[in-house]
């Protein structure tokens, strides 16, 4: 479990020097993540170990929103204050996604049914 805890952090370090570095405006977090996809898709396989850990880290993942939560009681005049921008790009961004899901969807469903996969988009 160390070794995987250390991998893990090591591969965010990595991912925060890079960001850092070439001043990316993606957090180093996320590029470590990415950088430690890349090296288990050419590994071709996960270790049990970093598999039991990563699983471990899951389960406890709802203390990782403690913060957060915290945060936004920290700032609660600020978020009554501006209540109505924030319940606004929530609805608009909510609808904006569902509506180009639903336009990806049909897209791809026409392409499917022209390369021929009739039997794809047939109702039972």
């Keep these: 479990m160390l070794l995987a805890l250390t ?3 090591v591969y965010q370090l990595l991912g925060e020097v890079i960001a850092q570095f070439f001043a990316l405006p993606v957090p180093g977090p996320v590029i470590g993540m990415g950088l430690l996809f890349a090296t288990l898709a050419v590994r071709g396989a996960v270790s049990d170990e970093l598999r ?3 699983n471990g880290l899951l389960q406890h993942l709802s203390l990782l ?3 957060a939560g915290t945060g936004v009681m920290l700032h609660f ?3 009554a ?3 109505l921008a924030l319940v606004a790009s929530l ?3 909510t609808v904006v996604t569902i509506a180009v899901s639903a ?3 049909r897209a791809l469903m026409r392409a499917l049914m022209a390369r ?3 039997d794809a988009g047939r109702e039972s």
Excluded: K, N, Q, Y
């Design 81 to 83: 204050d501006e209540w």
């Design 7 to 9: 991998l893990l952090l």
């Design 116 to 118: 021929g996969g009739a």
């Design 65 to 67: 929103f403690v913060p």
């Design 52 to 54: 039991g850990t990563a």
């Design 103 to 105: 336009l990806l969807l």
């Design 91 to 93: 609805l608009i961004s």
């Design 77 to 79: 005049g600020r978020l």
